[in-house]
């Protein structure tokens, strides 16, 4: 059984599954690519949407949940849900996987997403209970509402990572960099044998491996794109960790630590509905207003993009593990990250004058202040819209 190491760093028992997840997703990303020009999963580039240079399979969800179920299968026994936690990925995994087939429709995409919300719920995944923090810390003990938040919970996670994959590398680095905050959380509660935070090192372990694996065909250009399978599998992958490690945890402002270093995607999210809604347009209709969108608008390239992504998801990370006493580390962490933050903001100013421009077109109504016009849709058919 492994179990939160006694003796020894606990970083070691991350170490395997990390290496393992890494590797398989790695050699199962060729046969996903071939698996999606066979079943017609493929982006193709048309100079609108599409925005990639050429026809791109887009099924590389199913090598990340390969690498990660092998993973998990190896290493996790001493997570007390390990089958039930492959059973709830691996059933969103294929559930979107025939979507990136078949490109169903919102309404049906949301059928997936709270089904297998549901089924979690069904096997035992659930929120329980909540910390609420103040001078003595208090338990609120769901009851009738444990259902319908933990539903709530896992859509939420699944449509932020969704509404992130738009541009090259940049769900899957934000995702190993949030994993990685999750690792680090459990870390600080592990106490002797304790199987719950072992089991969140393990798994976020394996999440952090199976991204940087698919980052390896993914990073700008991309040769392969996650999909919705890839995205929907992260999404829960994640709520599965926070439901498991931080939830369920009695510890004063817990729940805030994947709130906080999900603070890019969820309030991407949260920002794309309300600016939906204001137009009076459905909030699962397709714009040009992502962050990932304004950021290509007004200049910045892939890379850059990323980047941008990846510096203020460790940001947000490492406030979020103040929480925990992080302090010195976390303090030149984030000093650090700052600073390249700024650095990549300076170098782009400088490099090129910015011209206004309105990129608005009647499907995406939005307009943004940049060097160029941009299509309505740079994304890859990896988000829900």
Same mark, same amino acid.
């Given at each position: 059984?492994?179990?939160?190491?006694?003796?020894?760093?606990?970083?070691?028992?991350?170490?395997?599954?990390?290496?393992?997840?890494?590797?398989?997703?790695?050699? !199962? +990303?060729?046969?996903?690519?071939?698996?999606?020009?066979?079943?017609?999963?493929?982006?193709?580039?048309?100079?609108?949407?599409?925005?990639?240079?050429?026809?791109?399979?887009?099924?590389?969800?199913?090598?990340?949940?390969?690498?990660?179920?092998?993973?998990?299968?190896?290493?996790?026994?001493?997570?007390?849900?390990?089958?039930?936690?492959?059973?709830?990925?691996?059933?969103?995994?294929?559930?979107?996987?025939?979507?990136?087939?078949?490109?169903?429709?919102?309404?049906?995409?949301?059928?997936?997403?709270?089904?297998?919300?549901?089924?979690?719920?069904?096997?035992?995944?659930?929120?329980?209970?909540?910390?609420?923090?103040? !001078?003595?810390?208090?338990?609120?003990?769901?009851?009738?509402?444990?259902?319908? +938040?933990?539903?709530?919970?896992?859509?939420?996670?699944?449509?932020?990572?969704?509404?992130?994959?738009?541009?090259?590398?940049?769900?899957?680095?934000? +995702?190993?960099?949030?994993?990685?905050?999750? /690792?680090?959380?459990?870390?600080?509660?592990?106490?002797?044998?304790?199987?719950?935070?072992?089991?969140?090192?393990?798994?976020?372990?394996?999440?952090?491996?199976?991204?940087?694996?698919?980052?390896?065909?993914?990073?700008?250009?991309?040769?392969?794109?996650?999909?919705?399978?890839?995205?929907?599998?992260?999404?829960?992958?994640?709520?599965?960790?926070?439901?498991?490690?931080? $939830?369920?945890?009695?510890?004063?402002?817990?729940?805030?630590?994947?709130?906080?270093?999900?603070?890019? #995607?969820?309030?991407?999210?949260?920002? $794309?509905?309300?600016?939906? $809604?204001?137009?009076?347009?459905? #909030?699962?209709?397709?714009?040009?207003?992502?962050?990932?969108?304004?950021?290509?608008?007004?200049?910045?390239?892939?890379?850059?993009?990323?980047?941008?992504?990846?510096? +203020?998801?460790?940001?947000?990370?490492? /406030?979020?593990?103040?929480?925990?006493?992080?302090?010195?580390?976390?303090?030149?962490?984030?000093?650090?990250?700052?600073?390249?933050?700024?650095?990549?903001?300076?170098?782009?100013? @400088? @490099?090129?004058? @910015?011209? #206004?421009?309105?990129?608005?077109?009647?499907?995406?109504?939005?307009?943004?202040?940049? @060097?160029? !016009?941009?299509?309505?849709?740079?994304?890859?058919?990896?988000?829900?819209?």
């Amino acid at each position: 059984m492994i179990v939160a190491a006694t003796t020894g760093s606990p970083w070691l028992n991350a170490l395997p599954p990390f290496l393992i997840a890494s590797a398989v997703c790695i050699a !199962a +990303v060729p046969g996903s690519m071939w698996l999606a020009r066979r079943t017609g999963a493929v982006a193709q580039p048309d100079g609108d949407r599409h925005l990639h240079a050429r026809p791109t399979p887009r099924l590389g969800g199913i090598a990340l949940f390969i690498g990660f179920a092998v993973a998990i299968a190896i290493f996790g026994s001493g997570i007390t849900d390990r089958w039930q936690v492959v059973a709830v990925t691996g059933a969103i995994t294929i559930a979107m996987a025939i979507d990136d087939i078949l490109d169903l429709n919102w309404l049906s995409k949301l059928g997936i997403e709270v089904g297998v919300g549901v089924l979690a719920v069904v096997l035992g995944i659930t929120i329980t209970s909540i910390a609420i923090p103040g !001078a003595h810390t208090s338990l609120w003990e769901l009851g009738l509402l444990t259902a319908p +938040v933990t539903v709530v919970w896992l859509v939420g996670m699944q449509v932020s990572v969704n509404l992130l994959d738009g541009a090259d590398g940049v769900a899957a680095g934000v +995702v190993a960099i949030v994993a990685g905050v999750c /690792l680090l959380a459990a870390i600080s509660r592990l106490t002797g044998n304790d199987h719950v935070q072992g089991g969140v090192v393990i798994l976020s372990g394996a999440v952090m491996g199976c991204c940087l694996g698919f980052l390896v065909f993914n990073l700008p250009p991309a040769r392969v794109f996650m999909g919705d399978s890839g995205s929907h599998f992260l999404g829960i992958a994640l709520g599965v960790i926070t439901i498991l490690g931080v $939830a369920k945890v009695v510890v004063g402002l817990s729940i805030l630590v994947p709130l906080i270093a999900l603070g890019l #995607p969820i309030g991407d999210t949260l920002f $794309a509905i309300v600016r939906r $809604a204001l137009s009076g347009r459905n #909030p699962a209709a397709a714009d040009a207003g992502h962050l990932h969108h304004r950021l290509r608008a007004v200049g910045l390239n892939p890379i850059e993009t990323a980047l941008t992504f990846y510096l +203020v998801t460790g940001i947000l990370g490492c /406030l979020a593990l103040t929480i925990y006493g992080h302090r010195r580390i976390i303090d030149v962490a984030l000093g650090l990250l700052v600073v390249a933050l700024a650095a990549l903001i300076w170098r782009n100013r @400088r @490099r090129a004058p @910015r011209l #206004p421009f309105v990129a608005a077109i009647e499907e995406s109504e939005v307009q943004v202040d940049g @060097r160029r !016009a941009l299509p309505s849709h740079i994304h890859h058919r990896g988000e829900a819209d």
